[in-house]
Nanobody
Framework: EVQLVESGGGLVQPGGSLRLSCAAS????????MSWVRQAPGKGLEWVST????????YYKDSVKGRFTISRDNAKNTLYLQLNSLKTEDTAMYYC???????????WGQGTQVTVSS
């Protein structure tokens, strides 16, 4: 059974930082491209970032480029998202997910809440 478990969310002031983690099990993590997706209150799902299986190629939503960094440790079966210079509009539930194809995701975690507020 594939399990993705996010952690690291919390309440942070604007300009602050958080590091999200996603622990994966039940899959060959080192062969899977992975993504972070978020959902703000009352809004739809929004793709944030993707990393290839080896960790060499990354993609970001324009509004988070230069502020967020996706990475992975295949030895630890863990995906990360470093969030810096946080803005109130970054407030959302953040989910990690496994890529199935270039444009679809097949497994999701339960999410971790990030709230940016003064």
């Amino acid at each position: 059974e594939v399990q993705l478990v996010e952690s690291g969310g919390g309440l942070v002031q604007p300009g602050g930082s958080l590091r999200l983690s996603c622990a994966a099990s039940g899959l060959t993590f080192s062969s899977a491209a992975m993504s972070w997706v978020r959902q703000a209150p009352g809004k739809g799902l929004e793709w944030v970032s993707t990393i290839d299986s080896g960790g060499d190629i990354t993609y970001y939503k324009d509004s988070v480029k230069g502020r967020f960094t996706i990475s992975r440790d295949n030895a630890k079966n863990t995906l990360y998202l470093q969030l810096n210079s946080l803005k109130t509009e970054d407030t959302a539930m953040y989910y990690c997910a496994k890529q199935y194809t270039d444009y679809s995701l097949d497994y999701w975690g339960q999410g971790t809440q990030v709230t940016v507020s003064s």
